[in-house]
């Protein structure tokens, strides 16, 4: 079947880098995405990468992708209070229609 | 804010009892997506419309059902609630609804069933 892994929590201090990692399954999927969701609101599309991309760079963002090993990764630099929120990694799914798959989320706690 | 809007914000209801819950799309969006979101399970995509017809069947109960209509809004029925029903229940939408469109998704309604 399909699985999205992430690991669950991250915890890192103002200012300094957050990587967060995700594994993925269907070597099909097209685009892969990370959202955010913050208390208490729904979810908020962060950046996307097209499969034939190794690389985004968005701001402070940076998203990798490895397809040989179906792995992504999102780097945060400077990391900031406000970023803290639970991050989830997603990939489109041939099964589900055009829905999204996503992982259950890291929790990134960033502390001053 | 993301255009999409989901009432009600919460719901607490008792087991044996059916609720609905109500989603409007972004404007322009032809396609409506129902995600569930629970500790245990994380975000669990539950059906798709597009139009108003179905398009996908994710890990949707059979106790649960949903429509959309004409003027594009859904709803999501859930009927014989269980404790474990409580969760955080998302709608999403995109403009078409095919595969690698961005969704958008609105802030969601918490069910808590007692």
């Known amino acids: 079947g399909e699985d999205v892994e992430q690991s669950l929590f991250l915890s890192v201090r103002e200012g300094d880098s957050s990587v967060i990692n995700c594994t993925y399954t269907?070597?099909?999927?097209?685009?892969l995405y990370w959202y955010k969701q913050e208390p208490g609101a729904g979810l908020q599309l962060l950046t996307y990468?097209?499969?034939?991309?190794d690389m985004k760079q968005d701001q402070r963002l940076t998203v990798l992708l490895n397809k040989k090993d179906k792995h992504l990764s999102l780097r945060i630099a400077d990391t900031q209070t406000g970023d803290s929120a639970i991050y989830f990694c997603a990939e489109s799914s041939n099964q589900a229609g055009t829905a999204l798959i996503f992982g259950k989320g890291t929790t990134l706690s960033v502390s001053s | 804010d993301s255009g999409v809007t989901q009432t009600p914000k919460h719901l607490i209801t008792a087991t044996g009892q059916r609720v609905t819950l109500r989603c409007s799309p972004r404007s322009g969006d032809l396609s409506v997506y129902w995600y569930q979101q629970s500790l245990d399970q994380g975000l669990q995509f539950l059906i798709q419309?597009?139009?108003?017809?179905?398009?996908a069947k994710g890990n949707i109960l059979e106790r649960f059902s949903a429509q959309q209509f004409p003027d594009l809004h859904s709803e999501l029925n859930l009927s014989s609630l269980e404790l474990g029903d409580s969760a955080l229940y998302f709608c999403?939408?995109?403009?078409?609804?095919?595969?690698?469109?961005?969704?958008?998704f609105g802030s969601g309604t918490q069910l808590s069933v007692l």
């Open positions: 990468i097209f499969s034939n991309m």
């Open positions: 999403a939408s995109s403009v078409t609804g095919r595969a690698n469109e961005k969704l958008f």
């Open positions: 269907d070597s099909s999927s097209t685009y």
């Open positions: 419309y597009y139009n108003g017809e179905e398009r």
